[in-house]
């Protein structure tokens, strides 16, 4: 653990100094990295949100896939039917509950197996999606709002206080998120399902019914990651959209050790990959083919944690079953 | 299917007729099926060792890529050789991928679905790259390498594909190694429990190699057997959602090697038949998905498993990743 921790600050410290040292060569790109950085990394971090709240109360979700695709596509779908973008969030959202409470349904009431849960989750979100999508439709977006004062403070002005709504909402339901986790007694509670039903049960919690409630709460963080990718991100929606984000979300909660902070940390991280590459095939500084620089994100991801490799460690009971006793 | 105008029985029916009633579209199916059925068994060989090998795809590819390489590229060999040759280079690669995976699980404790995830990703893209760039074919603008030459295609047998009955005969050699086998009891005890494993001295390790190894030579093997046998060429769009098609045989067949027949064939006569159904019933081949999701979901809903296998309702396939 200790080694972990000097490894992460000294990375930390390495990556700041990068930064300073070519925001005073050209500040002007070095901003706008950074900011996509956080714009990229966004629905990374949400979507690795729905994995730690799922199975910090101790059920495996693999269907965050499903989710996001389900709700930008339903987020899209409704604002270009009623040319409102927030009844759109809202309904996204709302679509990230109902696949939420579907994994709830089929893992904790009718105690399937959590991984096919989540991968018939992933297919249905997949066929019908593909089935219902109808081209050449446009939906309203949303627009960036500067927040007066802290948008001119240079460079972090832009990086954070220059975005669309779903950015700052986003990330106050990231740090909420952290928070509750570990400061209220709800998070406590939950903790404790995820490693120990057993305990938590006699200590007077129901665990069906946090776990359920865990799991629909993770679908509308989900719904929001959804929004956020088809309504602000890129303003569109297509077959296959979200192209693998559920899974790497997955990894990134992984690698972040089911910590929220960690999570966004390995989520900016990935985010600043991806942002870097995109410059350097804008500057068109080599000529690299597109393939090699799409494919850099996951190099580095694996580089990092062969590197920063410990053990990890999951909560104990996750995707076990939980059968009350019977007196 | 409703929603879209058509009778949901011409859609049925013309599923059914394409992909099982004639023999054209039944050696359609088994082509399909195929590929499937060694992907589906890779999966298998993973869960049943403990792992969820989600990176098949890349294997797959990577294995296709490699024999259709072999295929085209090594000239004036008779096919008892210039065929056994591409194959193995199918397998080898895939295994290579596989075994990368196992490798980073093994030595460095880095989670299998992390790395066969970002795998994956980087394997297509390399893939995708090479059929655009160094193995395309000449005067091509299309990502794809030139045909395998007759020396290296599969025969079919009575316009079956032969491909088809190597991969039962290798699921039921599956079957066979972990129900008969020590080294087959070994992944099974450690895929049942790894500290029970490592306390009777089984190296948990070199089970992990082996069937990461082993699953992705056997995803690489289905990956050849596609390019070799059935399309003729490396095309990088051909053989996409194969790996995850074949989680879904392996969570149909349970986690049995011998499930995954049957799985495979239904989900290949499904898939070759979708695109006749869009032509007679004017249902978008999309439902596909909507269908072996909702098999999926009958199969492994608790309730309608008891009722299909009263006995047990079978082992659990997956814990988590503590596993």
């Given amino acids: 653990m200790k080694r972990f921790l000097t490894f992460k600050?000294?990375?930390?410290?390495?990556?700041?100094?990068?930064?300073?040292?070519?925001?005073?060569?050209?500040?002007?790109?070095?901003?706008?990295?950074?900011?996509?950085?956080?714009?990229?990394?966004?629905?990374?971090?949400?979507?690795?949100?729905?994995?730690?709240?799922?199975?910090?109360?101790?059920?495996?979700?693999?269907?965050?896939?499903?989710?996001?695709?389900?709700?930008?596509?339903?987020?899209?779908?409704?604002?270009?039917?009623?040319?409102?973008g927030v009844f759109g969030i809202f309904s996204a959202i709302l679509a990230g509950v109902v696949t939420g409470l579907f994994l709830a349904f089929m893992s904790i009431s009718w105690k399937m197996d959590q991984i096919i849960a989540g991968t018939i989750i992933n297919i249905l979100a997949t066929g019908l999606t593909s089935f219902l999508y109808k081209q050449g439709h446009t939906a309203p977006t949303t627009s960036p709002i500067d927040i007066p004062f802290f948008s001119n403070i240079p460079f972090f002005g832009q990086v954070l206080f220059m975005n669309g709504p779903l950015v700052y909402f986003g990330l106050v339901v990231i740090f909420a998120l952290y928070v509750a986790l570990y400061h209220t007694s709800w998070g406590l509670r939950s903790r404790a399902v995820g490693e120990h039903p057993g305990s938590a049960d006699t200590a007077g919690v129901s665990v069906f019914r946090l776990r359920y409630l865990n799991v629909a709460l993770a679908g509308a963080v989900g719904g929001l990651a959804g929004a956020y990718l088809s309504l602000e991100l890129v303003g569109s929606w297509d077959r296959g959209f979200t192209a693998g984000k559920g899974f790497t979300a997955l990894a990134l909660m992984i690698f972040g050790r089911w910590n929220p902070m960690g999570a966004l940390a390995a989520a900016m991280f990935f985010g600043l990959a991806q942002a870097i590459t995109n410059q350097l095939m804008f500057a068109d500084v080599a000529h690299i083919p597109e393939q090699f620089v799409?494919?850099?994100?996951?190099?580095?991801?694996?580089?990092?944690?062969?590197?920063?490799?410990?053990?990890?460690?999951?909560?104990?009971?996750?995707?076990?079953?939980?059968?009350?006793e019977q007196a | 299917m409703l929603l879209q105008g058509a009778h949901p029985m011409d859609a049925y029916g013309s599923l059914f007729s394409h992909g099982f009633g004639s023999w054209a579209g039944f050696a359609k199916t088994l082509g399909k099926a195929t590929p499937l059925m060694l992907s589906g068994l890779a999966v298998t060989i993973g869960l049943r060792s403990g792992l969820f090998n989600i990176g098949v795809q890349g294997q797959l590819v990577s294995g296709a890529l490699a024999a259709g390489w072999a295929g085209y590229a090594i000239h004036g060999l008779p096919i008892y050789i210039h065929l056994p040759i591409a194959l193995l280079f199918g397998i080898a690669f895939g295994a290579l991928v596989g075994w990368i995976a196992g490798a980073l699980k093994a030595y460095r404790g880095i989670h299998e679905v992390i790395t066969t995830i970002m795998i994956n990703s980087i394997v297509l893209a390399l893939v995708d790259y090479l059929a655009g760039h160094?193995?395309?074919?000449?005067?091509?603008?299309?990502?794809?390498?030139?045909?395998?030459?007759?020396?290296?295609?599969?025969?079919?047998?009575?316009?079956?594909?032969?491909?088809?009955?190597?991969?039962?005969?290798?699921?039921?050699?599956?079957?066979?190694?972990?129900?008969?086998?020590?080294?087959?009891?070994?992944?099974?005890?450690?895929?049942?429990?790894k500290n029970a494993a490592w306390y009777a001295g089984i190296s948990v390790k070199r089970s992990v190699l082996i069937a990461m190894g082993v699953g992705g030579a056997i995803a690489g093997l289905g990956g050849a057997i596609e390019t070799l046998g059935v399309i003729g060429r490396f095309e990088p769009t051909f053989n996409t959602g194969l790996g995850f098609d074949?989680?879904?045989?392996?969570?149909?067949?349970?986690?049995?090697?011998?499930?995954?027949?049957?799985?495979?064939?239904?989900?290949?006569g499904i898939r070759g038949a979708s695109a006749s159904m869009q032509f007679d019933a004017g249902v978008a081949p999309e439902i596909v998905d909507l269908i072996l999701a909702l098999i999926l979901f009958c199969v492994t809903a608790p309730f309608l498993s008891k009722w299909l296998r009263s006995t047990e309702v079978g082992a659990k396939i997956t814990s988590g990743w503590s596993n």
């Avoid at chain 1, 499903?66 to 899209?76: D, H, N, P, R, V």
């Avoid at chain 1, 580095?300 to 939980?322: D, F, H, M, N, W």
């Fill in chain 1, 9 to 84: 600050w000294i990375l930390t410290l390495i990556l700041i100094a990068i930064t300073g040292y070519l925001y005073s060569r050209d500040g002007v790109i070095t901003t706008s990295v950074v900011a996509t950085a956080l714009i990229f990394g966004l629905p990374l971090a949400l979507a690795a949100m729905v994995g730690i709240m799922c199975e910090r109360t101790g059920i495996v979700n693999i269907g965050i896939e499903g989710t996001l695709l389900f709700s930008s596509f339903i987020g899209f779908f409704v604002a270009s039917t009623t040319n409102n």
């Fill in chain 2, 134 to 193: 160094n193995f395309q074919e000449p005067g091509q603008t299309l990502a794809r390498t030139s045909a395998v030459l007759p020396s290296a295609t599969i025969p079919k047998i009575f316009g079956l594909p032969s491909g088809f009955f190597f991969a039962v005969l290798l699921s039921w050699g599956v079957w066979w190694i972990f129900q008969r086998t020590t080294s087959g009891f070994r992944l099974d005890t450690v895929g049942r429990n």
């Fill in chain 1, 294 to 324: 799409n494919m850099l994100p996951y190099v580095l991801t694996i580089v990092v944690l062969a590197i920063s490799a410990g053990k990890v460690r999951p909560p104990a009971a996750e995707g076990q079953q939980y059968e009350k």
């Fill in chain 2, 246 to 268: 074949g989680i879904t045989i392996a969570l149909l067949g349970r986690a049995n090697p011998l499930g995954v027949i049957p799985g495979a064939i239904l989900i290949g």
